[in-house]
């Protein structure tokens, strides 16, 4: 009589079947998947030439932990155990007689008791063994009482032949079943079957074992517990089919009388998957009466379906659902809600938008919600409160949304755009398209397309001596005295000669040119290096190697800090030097991300250089370049043929421009409030390695060409 199931669940055994490898032994679960590969066998070969993939043999990757599902040698032993050679008896004796022992059941099936002699237990049941021995001491003794337990359990030798992983003979723990033993043997070969698996004691067949039963059902109620010298027969594998497609467990099934329709094998596996389509799957199947032999049928997986019986050989592919949706429209973009949306019967643009509302991104609050933790980080990171106002909302193009919608007769995708401002804000029906079913609605934002300049969003920097300083947005062409005479006007103390109007487009462009004239000063500078050494005698070659390394140093130095150096993007705007009104400013259209600082009257001019007294000095009206140079005082090293004048207007006037130093010329040019001179270094050749000087020569290129301004002074006078 069998024994009733282990306790094993259908899920239990379905979830040890599917889990991943054992990670306690990886090396064993490799060796086992390689030698499967190896053995496939010619159906597997067959399937993988037809669909593109080797399928497994379905439940075979059990076997690759077979420590997994060794019997527990450790848990009690069941009443109906049958005892044997080599287990261990503990024994305790109290009353009239008292011993305790462990004794071993010997190979004659006895073991041997203190002043009673042998005792045969073999072929004794557990449950029955304190009764005999009670029996047997009962013979000598009287008024006591016994306690026996199992110790040690034996093991016992079978033999698993056929089609097996690893057949021969193995030693298993005598509380081992047959599905242990087949653990144990590594499982079925891929040309053994797993549904037709013989149990034989004493030359008679047992018990006959379905591993699929066990596989997909957790049912162990016809395996058996062994006992020594039992056999275990794998027949060759019966006929199969194979299962792919849309489904997790495509493999090899191999079939069974009365068990063999379409949903018996999907069954295996949890049934017909969700995301198979119940509509139309493929059958391969092999007809050796018709020339060619194969042939493929399209059938359905309904309960009709379900019911047709395969046959040996057959292919099975379950085709997915459509990933299709029959009733929504998608909407994304710069909206609340990127979804897909329910679609109905005569569904249009305002159903899918109905406020302005689903136009805000989350985006948005996200980043509002910030602003109270990130003000401070944002500023200690150099980003301006105009980037802040300009990141915190998108901005939407209210011009131009589009439809892509699916064409079902070319299958190409149709763009049907639309005027979003017209269809959400104004209404408009003639802008509130009807809808279709597998629509997409893309709104976008003005940073998806390059809008027009009168529709593009503008916001402007004004700060300084303005009647109300502040960010502003900037109306269609409106110009920087336009905007000022908006916002109020400026205040009485505003220098407008010293007007500084910085623009990102321009800075960007003083910047692309800096770094070119950097990368030819490198060049210039590596080319005129191996020049002087190609030069140099042999005689001097050691001298030249130093100075060389010496220079080029100070090269890396120099190239360092104009490196470091960056461009303001700063306009000259050339105002007359007495201008009071905002009719003098020009009438610039404005651009996004202009930045305007109207600075108070300064009352100083500066100067710096090659002087005796670099130093700020009080501006007093007529003041010129030449009473600065008497108060400054020229050093040995100054080179006055170089100087210039950093006007507060943003422009440069140099010694060139006028005919002479110490005469009517450049002398005689009037310092105005925020100016300041500049007298250069000369630059000896012999002492000094200065290729950026020897390279430009003029250094009003610096201050004219590349918007560095008064800032980079102390770096280009360091070079």
């Keep these: 009589m069998a024994p009733a199931a282990a306790g094993a669940s259908a899920d239990q055994a379905r979830a040890l079947a599917q889990q991943p490898p054992d990670a306690l032994a990886p090396e064993a679960q490799r060796v086992g998947s390689q030698r499967r590969t190896a053995a496939a066998t010619q159906f597997q070969r067959f399937v993988q ?47 009239a007689v008292e011993f305790t022992g462990v004794f071993n059941v010997d190979r004659n099936g006895q073991i041997a008791l203190p002043h009673v ?105 016809r395996d058996m517990t062994l006992q020594s010298g039992d056999v275990i027969v794998i027949p060759p594998v019966g006929p199969s089919v194979a299962v792919t ?47 060619p032999p194969r042939r493929v049928q399209d059938i359905t997986l309904d309960p009709a379906g379900l019911k047709l019986p395969l046959r040996d050989g057959d292919v099975l592919t379950v085709l997915g659902i459509s990933p299709a949706f029959g009733n929504a429209v998608t909407l994304q973009g710069t909206v609340a809600a990127p979804l897909r949306h329910k679609w109905f019967e005569g569904m249009r643009i305002l159903d899918l938008i109905p406020e302005r509302d689903a136009l805000i991104t989350p985006d948005f609050y996200k980043r509002k919600n910030l602003l109270v933790q990130s003000t401070a980080i944002a500023k200690d990171a150099g980003v301006s409160i105009t980037d802040r106002v300009r990141g915190l909302a998108d901005q939407i193009n209210w011009d131009y949304a589009v439809i892509e919608r699916l064409n079902r007769n070319t299958l190409a995708i149709d763009l ?11 209404r408009d029906p003639s802008q509130n398209l009807l809808l279709q079913a597998g629509d997409v609605v893309t709104v976008l934002s003005q940073r998806d397309l390059r809008l027009p300049q009168g529709r593009q969003t503008r916001l402007v920097q004004l700060e300084g001596e303005v009647a109300a300083p502040g960010i502003y947005q900037a109306q269609p062409g409106e110009t920087l005295p336009q905007l000022l005479q908006r916002i109020g006007g400026l205040t009485p103390q505003a220098f407008v000669f010293g007007t500084e109007f910085k623009r990102e487009s321009v800075r960007r462009h003083q910047q692309e040119n800096f770094d070119t004239l950097i990368r030819r000063l490198e060049t210039q500078a590596q080319a005129q290096a191996s020049v002087d050494l190609s030069n140099v005698g042999t005689d001097d ?20 800090r104009l490196k470091a150096m960056r461009s303001n993007g700063r306009i000259a705007l050339r105002l007359d030097p007495e201008a009071r009104e905002l009719a003098s400013l020009p009438a610039l259209p404005l651009e996004d991300g202009d930045h305007i600082f109207v600075p108070a009257r300064p009352g100083f001019v500066s100067a710096f250089g090659s002087l005796h007294n670099e ?38 006037i140099a010694r060139r421009d006028r005919s002479t130093f110490f005469g009517d010329g450049f002398e005689s040019l009037e310092m105005m409030p925020g100016d300041t001179l500049v007298v250069p270094a000369q630059v000896n050749r012999e002492s000094r390695y200065n290729f950026w000087t020897r390279a430009v020569r003029d250094w009003t290129q610096i201050f004219a060409n590349f918007g560095l301004g008064v800032a980079a002074l102390k770096t280009i006078n360091n070079l």
């Design 615 to 652: 130093n700020v000095f009080i501006h007093k009206p007529g003041k010129t370049v030449g009473d600065v140079v008497k108060l400054a005082g020229l050093t040995e090293e100054a080179e006055p043929r170089q100087a210039f004048v950093l006007r507060a207007d943003g422009t440069v």
């Design 541 to 560: 070659v050691a001298r030249a190697q130093l100075l060389h390394q010496q220079q080029q140093a100070q090269i890396n130095r120099q190239i360092a």
């Design 245 to 291: 497609g849309a489904i997790d467990s495509a493999a090899i099934y191999e079939l069974k009388p009365g068990a063999d329709s379409i949903g018996d094998i999907l069954a295996l596996s949890g049934g017909v998957p969700v995301l198979a389509s119940t509509s139309r799957a493929l059958l391969e199947r092999i007809a050796p009466e018709q020339t």
């Design 416 to 426: 049907i755009p639309f005027n979003l401002g017209q269809a959400v804000l104004q």
């Design 49 to 95: 030439e037809s669909t593109g993939h080797l399928l497994p043999m379905f439940g075979s990757d059990l076997f690759d932990s077979p420590a997994r599902f060794a019997a527990d040698a450790t848990q009690p032993a069941p009443g109906d155990y049958i005892l044997g050679p080599g287990d261990e008896i503990h024994l305790h004796v109290w009353g």
């Design 117 to 221: 002699g042998a005792v045969t237990l073999a072929g004794v049941r557990l449950g029955n063994l304190e009764g005999v021995l009670q029996s047997q001491l009962g013979r000598i003794f009287t008024n006591f009482s016994l306690n026996a337990n199992m110790g040690r359990l034996r093991s016992i030798q079978v033999y698993v032949v056929g089609h097996a992983q690893q057949p021969g003979t193995h030693q298993v723990s005598s509380l081992s079943t047959a599905v242990n033993a087949l653990f144990a043997s590594g499982g079925p070969a891929a040309t053994g079957s797993m549904r037709n698996i013989q149990l034989s004691r004493g030359g008679k067949v047992i018990t006959t074992l379905d591993l699929y039963e066990f596989i997909a059902k957790g049912d162990k109620t």
